[in-house]
């Protein structure tokens, strides 16, 4: 008995009925999604707390407000984003109109993570919608109160024959999976991508895969330690370090460590207080679990700063470890919990060597005084997203694309580019039917003459078409 076939099939007929290509309706399911957030966001709040003991602040900038900006970016554009783009043509096809036309999919699937569990859930359903798709939504199981308000209170706002939330973990999302969906979206980590991707291959389902890996933070001699220091704890420990774009560890050289730890401590104590645990400012680890694989890791290097934790709370204290080597534990994973490692290395190319090694991580970060050892850094590595002197403050611009590249991930979204990444970008050629006779030197008999005119009506710069 499979659980899943009857509600799919009805989302698939809702999608036939061409429903959801109306820009009216695409939009009524935006405002519904804005209205959701609105009226739901005392309850989404509760769920955030008991999943990860969120705090209002973090929930607001990271959760709601990057959401709400999402809706009303789209709301405003979805006109402009859904028009046909015309295109550069030639001399053979100037009379005709070429353009690329933005279709829905049809029906797609969104598999979501646990630890920014209302952002990285409907800031894909953003573009989903507004692309006009129908969308089957599977939550993380993992942060279960979430996906429950998701799953019980969402679909109220929403057409519910084209939008459908699914609950459950990988045996359910197994068996969705048995199904051809017309374009599979992933965030979580590249082991389950694995499996969604070798899912789809199947099917031949296009797929996004927004994934993680271990992002390097580089601190070149010349930085002031305690700005550092501020910039990298902050995004290093917001939500508990359960960040797939936090900065993992940081490269310096042995001296730049010196300066970095007590900075490092300082920064800490100001914002967590001399006992962390009692901050309400400091999240929790989201289960026992990920608690277990985190203390496992505190045993690589020296701990300067932290190292306490409390299984009875899930509570790891913000840490920092030094002098770790790369064969250690904590340098073979992705970390996602508050411990910052610190590798020292001997120079620039030494860094950049490190980082090249390893798999092309989803973020980058170079902290220098010198624009030219930013850039140094930027031109020699390769990432999904990269930023100069700070941590990921690129997260709050919808006009850069997020999204990995290797090993963390394929794909990318975020303001218009959700919107492209849900669209098949049709290529529409809308010709001309009539003067047939200048479409003769196209058909044979072929002669050297026909080809030389035909070559030059193909090309697409006018300025090398010596016709005109
Ligand atoms: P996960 O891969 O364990 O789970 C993600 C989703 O896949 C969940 O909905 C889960 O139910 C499902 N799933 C789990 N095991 C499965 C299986 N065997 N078969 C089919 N489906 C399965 O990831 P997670 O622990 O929820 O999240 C943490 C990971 O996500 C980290 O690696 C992190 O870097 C990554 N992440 C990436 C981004 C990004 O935007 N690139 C954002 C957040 C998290």
Known sequence: MDPFEDMLRRLREAFGSGRTQEAEFRATQLKGL?????????????????????????????????CQGEINLALKNLQAWMKDEEVTKNLATQLDSAFIRKEPFGLVLIITPWNYPVNLTLVPLVGALAAGNCVVLKPSEISGNTGKVLAEVLPRYLDQSCFAV??????????????????????????????IMAAATKHLTPVTLELGGKNPCYVHDDCDPQTVANRVAFFRYLNTGQTCVAPDYVLCSPEMQERLVPALQSAITRFYGDDPKSSPDLGRIINDKHFQRLQGLLGSGRVAIGGQSDSSDRYIAPTVLVDVQETEPVMQEEIFGPILPIVTVRSLDEAIDFINRREKPLALYAFSNSQQVVKEVLFRTSSGAFCGNDGFMYMTLSSLPFGGVGASGMGKYHGKFTFDTFSHHRACLLRYSGMEKVNSIRYPPYSPQKLRVLLMAMETHSSSCTLL
């Open 34 to 66: 804005g209205r959701f957030l609105e009226e739901n966001k005392q309850l989404l709040q509760e769920a955030l707390v008991q999943d990860l003991r969120k705090m209002v602040f973090e929930s607001e900038v990271s959760e709601f407000s990057i």
């Open 166 to 195: 699914v609950t459950g973990g990988p045996k359910e999302v197994q068996q969705l999976l048995e199904h051809k969906f017309d374009y599979i979206f992933f965030t979580g980590s590249s082991r389950v991508g694995k499996i």
